[in-house]
């Protein structure tokens, strides 16, 4: 177990500010998944680019872009497009696509949910609004999650979607909703979807921010699941009650960059 830093709450949160601020930064980028979302300016490009990103985002950062680069190509680089008019025949080129445990398959089943979502739910934002429960999104992704499956579907594909109601940390999804909804004065973050607050996001609970979340005593719960992202959200939110996921950048730099 990694020992804890102590440090006063003022102390923490001028470090943890001043890490933000050193990661927040168009540089961070260049070395991010949150790249991929970048290269499209029309909002339902940007929301379906990086839903598909988030989705591939665990294991090496370098596979996991080259993968999402290859996703673009195969939705030619107009992925709204590609899921609002795609024939069934588009979608046989997606078969051979792999990332992990995520599949062909996998992949024309998220293509054909996500036409499901913006035909009948009025698109990924509407969803995700529409169930907001007091002040978290957790009940949200849920509801998310049996929305985009109450079609016909792979029943192997609903792994690739986390459940908070499960004990799920839901870290891809959060992560996504952070790009989504936090409002960044620096550019890294879209801020696009405006009908949710920033304060209600949850930080991406991975193994490198809860190592280093552990280490500043910000977590003491051991598993990274749903319980614990209750109690780091309940942290953070001290620290910042508005935007309290601009600390993901201080605790993924921290672990990925420093090896903190």
């Not at 998310?144 to 594909?157: A, D, Q, S």
Request: net charge positive; proline share 4%; charged share 25%.
């Amino acid at each position: 177990m990694t020992n804890t830093l102590k440090l006063s709450k003022k102390e923490l949160k001028e470090f943890l500010d001043s890490k933000v601020d050193q990661y927040n930064h168009p540089r961070f980028i260049e070395s991010d998944p949150i790249q991929i979302p970048h290269q499209f300016s029309k909002k339902e490009d940007i929301e379906i680019a990086g839903f598909l990103t988030a989705t591939i985002a665990w294991g090496n950062r370098k596979s996991i872009i080259n993968n999402a680069h290859k996703m673009m190509q195969l939705l030619e680089q107009s992925p709204y497009d590609f899921v609002s008019n795609h024939q069934e025949s588009d979608l046989e080129k997606l078969n051979n696509f792999v990332h992990r445990t995520f599949n062909g398959q996998d992949f024309i089943q998220f293509i054909k949910s996500l036409n499901h979502i913006y035909n009948n739910h009025n698109g990924l934002e509407a969803l995700f609004s529409a169930n907001i429960k007091g002040h978290s999104l957790q009940p949200a992704i849920h509801q998310f999650k049996t929305h985009f499956f109450e079609i016909n579907h792979l029943p192997r594909t609903q792994k690739h979607v986390g459940d908070p109601l499960k004990n799920s940390a839901a870290k891809r999804i959060n992560m996504y909703l952070r790009w989504m909804v936090r409002q960044d004065q620096n550019g890294v973050d879209f801020g696009i979807w405006k009908h949710i607050s920033p304060s209600v996001l949850s930080c991406p609970l991975d193994v490198h921010s809860g190592n280093v979340a552990r280490k500043l005593g910000l977590l003491k719960r051991k598993q990274n699941d749903g319980k614990a992202l209750a109690e780091l959200d309940n942290a953070l939110r001290k620290l910042d009650p508005d935007d309290p996921v601009k600390y993901d950048f201080a605790l993924f730099g921290l672990g990925v960059f420093e090896g903190f």
